[in-house]
């Protein structure tokens, strides 16, 4: 099972809103990550946590705000977006970052749109 | 993180192989080559990776030249399905970049009738 499940799929929300997104893996990896993906744009790498230890903060804005409660979970809340942050984004999982290979499974994402 | 460079778009009939290429002259030694691809509005999804030899899945088969300044995703049987944007990615497998992996443009597929 190479599952990693992302909840909402679709969230809309106000630019004064509090919101969270979550993503589920039970494949015992020990990284995940967030990325935000733009339309007709690659992803691009927000934030990684290794050993529920935030590893990586690519300069994301402090209106995202990640949290990894355990291993097996990851949220990222949401607080004062602006509309230019409504993109798809996605959280995906790998065993570990260092000493083998990444191979990162993925989420279908949420699809956010700011109003 | 190795940069790739790969076409923009590629067309491919239906059940004919697929060879999807990509530049990577910058990678170090220990960066392995990855793919993955995105279906329209889903997550990205892994293919195949490979260091030095030659790789094969039940998805793929990858060809790295001996250089390892390219390679090659083979699509054997493409299908309607296969119609996908595919990325190329050289990542870290052990060093400080903490196995970002950082997506190029990538190559839109088309598979057609």
């Known amino acids: 099972d190479t599952e990693v499940t992302q909840t909402p799929k679709h969230l809309v929300m106000g630019m004064t809103n509090k919101k969270s997104l979550k993503c589920e893996q039970h494949m015992g990896h020990r990284a995940m990550y967030w990325y935000k993906q733009k339309a007709k744009k690659p992803p691009e790498l927000m934030f990684v946590?290794?050993?529920?230890?935030?590893?990586i903060n690519e300069s994301v804005p402090s209106r995202f705000s990640p949290e990894c409660p355990n291993s097996s979970l990851l949220n990222l809340h949401l607080h004062a977006l602006q509309p230019e942050d409504s993109a798809l984004y996605l959280c995906?999982?790998?065993?570990?970052?260092?000493?083998?290979?990444?191979?990162?499974?993925f989420g279908a994402g949420t699809r956010l749109s700011v109003l | 993180d190795a940069k790739t460079t790969q076409p923009t778009s590629m067309d491919c009939a239906e059940g004919r192989a697929a060879n999807l290429p990509c530049n990577h002259s910058?990678?170090?030694?220990?960066?392995?080559v990855y793919w993955y691809r995105q279906i329209h509005s889903q997550g990205p999804q892994y293919i195949i990776h490979g260091l030095k030899n030659n790789e094969t899945n039940e998805m793929a088969s990858l060809i790295i030249t001996e250089d390892r300044k390219s390679s090659t995703l083979i699509l054997p049987h493409a299908t309607l399905r296969d119609t996908a944007v595919y990325y190329c990615i050289g990542g870290d497998a052990g060093g400080t970049s903490y196995g970002k992996l950082t997506f190029g443009q990538g190559t839109i597929l088309t598979v057609h009738p």
């Open positions: 910058t990678i170090s030694g220990n960066e392995y």
């Open positions: 946590y290794s050993y529920e230890k935030l590893s």
């Open positions: 995906a999982s790998s065993q570990v970052i260092f000493g083998t290979e990444n191979i990162q499974y």
